[in-house]
């Protein structure tokens, strides 16, 4: 488990340093952050990058950098809010791509890495049994009882045991 916290943890610090990094230059020059010109946004509800930078700053950037701190505080909610601020990343990488009617390796890179930082999340909150995981372990602890043949479910069983040592 702690090379799940680990790993998430330098995920998140990545992506929030990152992300406060290009939203400032969007914010501080909003009409050419990074060489970028206002062209590239002709298909978006944008005229520049200014509120585009400030999504980026606030919630991709400040939201991993307060995941990577509750991590270190080992926060009792750190799953949940792992979880929100990874699929915000997935979203940010799908509607960016939609509105620049383009995807470059980076949009493939920080689509991967958000959908890694949610499976490390769901690592962590099927550890905890934390809702909505508690109720699927407890479903699949019925039917395992219902039917102790399947092969299914013991499978399940086993990658259950193997990934969450449940």
Known sequence: MKKVYNLLFALHVFVGLGAIGGGGMAILNPQGPGGMSTDTLRNSP????LIPGIILFTVIGLGNVFSAVSIIFKSKYQGYISSIISWALVVWIIVQCIMLEMIIY???IFFIIGLVEAFLSTIILFKQHLFPTN??????KRLEDKFPESIILKII???EKKFYGV
């Open 135 to 140: 109720i699927i372990l407890n479903i699949i």
């Open 46 to 49: 944008f005229s520049n990058f």
């Open 106 to 108: 980076l949009h493939v």
């Open 157 to 159: 069983a086993k990658l």
